[in-house]
């Protein structure tokens, strides 16, 4: 069952080093992180230079050589796992423990933060739990598994009966501790500590299916994908702290980059008055000519956002952008609308980032939404008949939704009215461009009218922004 | 070319002699950038010890630390190189009017030229160790210009013509991630993202710093950073604010840590009074008998 190259990887044999690298990084690659050949020409020689007998040295040693921004770590790790570490074969116990036993140990393990313990109980619980088709338990055999035997090893399955959340209690109280500081911070912990016990099960499951099935099966199919290529429609909870830590040093940016243009403004015309006054110093001769300020109104923005329900996960980081950019300028004002719309702007407090479930709020608290399905047209009604007047000359208007009006009227006229109006007109929408007259989605008839950018992931975002930033504001 | 350091242990050894606990990413960074010659790009949150690392492998290295700060609007004459126009003048004025072409020639030699920290350091003969810090906050024209000093180790005058390193520095940029880096430039160098440590390397760095607080407030100390860390904040506490706060508690001459102690020192952590309002909130802080707010 040598089907994986992986156990011809040996210290000794460099060309299947060679190899192994060229296809590490071409899978790298695949998942996002474009590390050129003069970084695979760094990385061969940090082999080199480090050796391949301690595996954690390798890992950091190639993640220098290799990488190029936060937040491509994870990914790395998951495919530095298959390429570079075997799995531990599966020991059958000789009696199973029951499920029961296993938490026993697992609570007094986090507890302890017995390290070993807990890799130990990963792979065990694997073993016991996790297998499915011919792997594991009894099926545990010399047998040959095909790809086509759907056999494999499952991190969830055995989450899923280990029920782990369940422990926190005691994971808690077996932390010690009294009071309530103790508690909180112990709670907080034990979560963390949990967190890392099921990454440390998915990686023994990956690592194991590629056993079975070949590494390149897995590396393609079974590796979680980078947080900043992670959809905002399909984000879950976990995803969502991570994005918004993302999502957070990209208002800054934005900030930054904003306040470098307006700076550079300032070069211009000469102010002779007191060019000349600065001139008797020497004599009368303008040495250090001064140049009168330039007179340059703040930006105006106007952000209109979609907060319906199938838009959440987006709507939490139109929420970020709309606080970052309502601290930068002075004259904000954002619209929040569902099926009819209304002004939000009083809901950011000027320097805090807006709370999770800010879009909840609003939803309760102003009227943007009637019957609570989203309705693009009556929205754009509403702001039009009401808010026509703030649009002018120099304001930028940007809209942020995924179009779907659930097969109602679009009201093109209202759009269009709005666009006239303003300087420029922006559309962020979440969904990929392909899917855009798909459906009840009326972003293809809206985007002959508005320039419109597919957005779905912090990745786009950031090419949006630095986009955005030197056509709008 | 000189090497810096002969093995991963060698540096973990140095720099922790040198006071600073390095993880394994960190020291088998700093190796691999001395034995390859590459510039070592370092990014991370702010505090958590980028500029201190470079201070260290300039002690460890027992090299001269050559440091170029970075911001808003530095351009060539202070970061490069600069002509001592006074000193020219002077000497035009010194010399004998009918010796004009020999003065001119005179007026750009090395006599004149005012070294900057990137010409200083290459033309550093002892070992020396770069530091570029916070170069996001450098304007993109001043990557251009460092794009052939970090790339062949050189600079090219125009008046004296290029001159290359003696002896190639070990060049250390950090950055905040305030604006992303160009490509070019990052191809250049190897990368580094320190993060915030393991909660058992941040207590080695609380003891090594602050050895004189009390042994059994170590371990809350480190837990209470940690779990702040995980909550949804706007600053999460860095090492440099656990060492402070280690400081402030020794000062306070605190035996343990009670609600109370940590409410009150609470700003030594967190800068932000939303942080402050989320920390007093789910760690459960606040005081009974302040609960009319």
């Known amino acids: ?473 | 070319m000189s090497r810096f350091f002969d093995s991963v242990d060698q540096v973990a050894r140095r720099l922790t002699d040198a006071g600073y606990l390095p993880s394994l990413d960190i020291a088998t960074a700093v190796f691999l950038a001395g034995h390859l010659g590459k510039p070592l790009l370092i990014e991370g949150p702010a505090g958590v010890g980028k500029t201190e690392l470079a201070k260290a492998v300039a002690a460890a290295t027992e090299a001269e630390l050559i440091r170029l700060q970075c911001y808003e609007g530095i351009d060539e004459a202070r970061a490069l190189y600069e002509w001592n126009h006074a000193k020219q003048l002077l000497r035009i004025t010194a010399a004998d009017s009918a010796d004009w072409n020999r003065t001119r020639d005179h007026v750009f030699t090395e006599e004149f030229l005012l070294d900057r920290p990137l010409l200083a350091a290459i033309r550093n003969p002892d070992p020396t160790v770069l530091l570029i810090d916070e170069l996001d906050k450098a304007d993109v024209e001043l990557e251009g210009l460092l794009l052939e000093v970090l790339g062949d180790f050189q600079v090219s005058i125009p008046e004296l013509g290029t001159v290359t390193a003696v002896r190639k520095p070990f060049v250390i940029v950090t950055s905040n991630a305030n604006r992303d880096l160009s490509e070019a430039l990052k191809r250049r160098c190897l990368y580094l993202h320190i993060d915030y440590p393991t909660a058992e390397l941040e207590r080695a760095i609380v003891r090594m710093k602050v050895p004189e607080l009390d042994e059994a407030l170590g371990e809350p100390v480190v837990r209470v950073v940690g779990a702040l860390r995980e909550l949804p904040l706007r600053k999460a506490p860095s090492i440099a604010e656990t060492v402070d706060w280690a400081k402030t508690l020794v000062a306070l001459g605190a035996r343990n840590l009670t609600n109370g102690v940590v409410r009150s020192t609470l700003g030594v952590l967190l800068k932000y009074q939303a942080d402050h309002r989320i920390a007093v909130e789910r760690l459960a802080l606040s005081e009974p008998e302040s609960d009319r707010r």
């Open chain 1, 1 to 473: 069952m040598s089907a994986s190259p992986r156990h011809d990887f040996r210290p000794g044999s460099s060309e299947t080093l060679t190899d192994r690298l060229v296809d590490f990084v071409g899978l790298l690659r695949e998942h996002g992180i474009h590390a050129g050949p003069s970084e695979t020409v760094d990385a061969a020689s940090a082999i080199v230079a480090l050796g391949v007998e301690n595996r954690e040295r390798l890992r950091s040693g190639l993640a220098a050589c290799l990488l190029r921004r936060n937040g491509q770590r994870a990914v790395f790790d998951q495919l530095f796992d298959l390429y570079f570490l075997t799995a531990e074969r599966p020991e059958p116990a000789t009696v199973p423990e029951s499920v029961e036993t296993l938490r026993e140990r697992l609570a007094a393990a986090l507890a302890a933060d017995d390290q070993a313990a807990l890799a130990e109980l990963a792979s065990q619980s694997l073993t016991e739990l996790g297998g499915y088709g011919g792997a594991g338990g009894a099926g545990q055999s010399s047998r040959p598994v095909t790809t086509a035997s759907g056999a494999g090893w499952s991190s969830y399955q055995t989450m899923k009966a280990l029920r782990p959340e369940e422990l926190l209690d005691r994971v808690v109280a077996g932390m010690g501790g009294a009071g309530e500081l103790d508690s909180a911070v112990h709670t907080i912990e034990a979560q963390r500590r949990l967190r890392s016990f099921r990454t440390a099960v998915q990686t023994q499951a990956r690592l194991r299916s590629a056993d079975l099935r070949g590494t390149d099966y897995i590396a393609r199919r079974g590796v979680e994908t980078a947080t900043d290529r992670i959809d905002f429609l399909g984000a879950r909870e976990q995803d969502l702290a991570e994005m918004r830590r993302l999502v957070n040093p990209l208002a800054r940016k934005l900030a930054t980059r904003l306040a470098a243009r307006r700076r550079k403004a300032v070069r211009g015309q000469i102010d002779m008055r007191r060019t000349l006054r600065r001139s008797m110093a020497t004599g009368g001769v303008p040495v250090d000519p001064v140049l009168r300020a330039r007179k340059h109104g703040r930006p105006d923005l106007v952000v209109l956002a979609d907060l319906s329900g199938s838009v959440t996960g987006f709507a939490e980081f139109t929420l970020q952008l709309v606080q970052a950019l309502q601290d930068q300028f002075s004259k904000v004002r954002s619209f929040g609308f569902i099926d009819t719309c209304d002004e939000i702007t009083g809901f950011f407090t000027p320097g805090e980032p807006p709370q999770p479930g800010l879009s909840a709020r609003i939803i309760r608290e102003a009227s943007v939404s009637r019957f609570g399905s989203s309705n693009y047209g009556e929205a754009f009604r509403t702001f039009a008949d009401t808010q026509l007047d703030i649009l002018g000359p120099r304001t930028s208007l940007l809209i942020l939704g995924d179009a779907r009006t659930n097969r109602t009227d679009p009201n093109l006229a209202a759009l269009q009215a709005m666009t006239d109006r303003a300087k420029h007109a922006h559309w962020l929408n979440p969904e990929p461009a392909r899917s855009w007259s798909t459906g009840d989605s009326a972003a293809s008839t809206y985007a002959e009218h508005v320039t419109m950018h597919e957005c779905r992931n912090v990745r786009q975002l950031t090419e949006v922004i630095s986009r955005l930033s030197c056509v709008v504001l």
